[in-house]
């Protein structure tokens, strides 16, 4: 079956400029995270969603960050005024729920020039 | 001390060799505990679930540890294929995972 899809597979673009990040969960995951790797470093937890319950945010580094999720499907996480520092691969997982084992998309490599 | 902690590595092993990681987990009352193998550039891919019980699956054997607090995962007979970065996963708690840093393993000819 169809795993996480994630696009762009890779972005570049200016300091500055605001871009969208979207994710495609596996069907019938209610839950979803967004996380953030930075080269040669570790998984970054920046939001989560579970069904219609109000996300916990407590990941996200800055305002300029932000995600929404309608219903159970896709989500987009928005990143405004980038910053060179924003550059990373964003990863999006799924799951059935608390719990249980994600399963990560191929991830959005973004680059801030 | 960081929540979920990992030996960086690198382990550099023969092929055939037997490996083993461990990754100490911070809070007692962690639940669900995972390892995900990560290839360079690639996402993290889950290997196996952990259960108290312990769980074998194929050349890959997970043990838990909680008197410890520490998560166990040992490779028999390596092969070249399995050169990737290890990540242990925790439910701190928290709704969502916690990862270690990973253990990097080069399975050399």
């Known amino acids: 079956g169809a795993g996480v899809s994630q696009s762009p597979s890779n972005k570049v673009t200016e300091k500055g400029k605001d871009v969208e990040l979207r994710c495609d969960p596996i069907?019938?995951?209610?839950?979803l995270y967004w996380y953030r790797q930075r080269l040669g470093q570790g998984l970054e937890f920046l939001i989560y969603?579970?069904?219609?319950?109000?996300?916990?945010k407590s990941g996200l580094p800055s305002d300029r960050f932000s995600a929404e999720r309608t219903g159970e499907s896709v989500s987009t996480l928005t990143i405004q005024r980038t910053q060179q520092e924003d550059s990373a691969v964003y990863l999006c997982?799924?799951?059935?729920?608390?719990?249980?084992?994600?399963?990560f998309g191929d991830g959005t490599r973004l680059s801030i020039l | 001390r960081k929540e979920v902690e990992q030996d960086p590595g690198p382990f550099n092993v023969p092929e055939g060799a037997t490996v083993a990681f461990n990754c100490t987990y911070s809070?007692?009352?962690?639940?669900?505990f995972f390892w995900y193998r990560q290839d360079c550039r690639k996402e993290p891919k889950l290997l196996m679930s952990?259960?108290?019980s312990g769980n074998e699956d194929g050349r890959f054997t997970a043990q838990l540890n909680r008197a410890s607090q520490y998560i166990s995962l040992l490779i028999r007979d390596s092969k070249l294929s399995d050169s990737a970065t290890y990540l242990c996963?925790?439910?701190?708690?928290?709704?969502?995972?916690?990862f270690g840093s990973g253990t990097r393993l080069q399975v050399q000819p």
């Open positions: 997982a799924s799951s059935l729920g608390g719990n249980q084992p994600q399963h």
């Open positions: 069907s019938g995951h209610t839950a």
């Open positions: 969603f579970q069904g219609n319950s109000a996300p916990d």
């Open positions: 809070n007692s009352a962690s639940q669900s």
């Open positions: 952990v259960y108290s």
């Open positions: 996963a925790s439910y701190m708690g928290r709704r969502a995972l916690t």
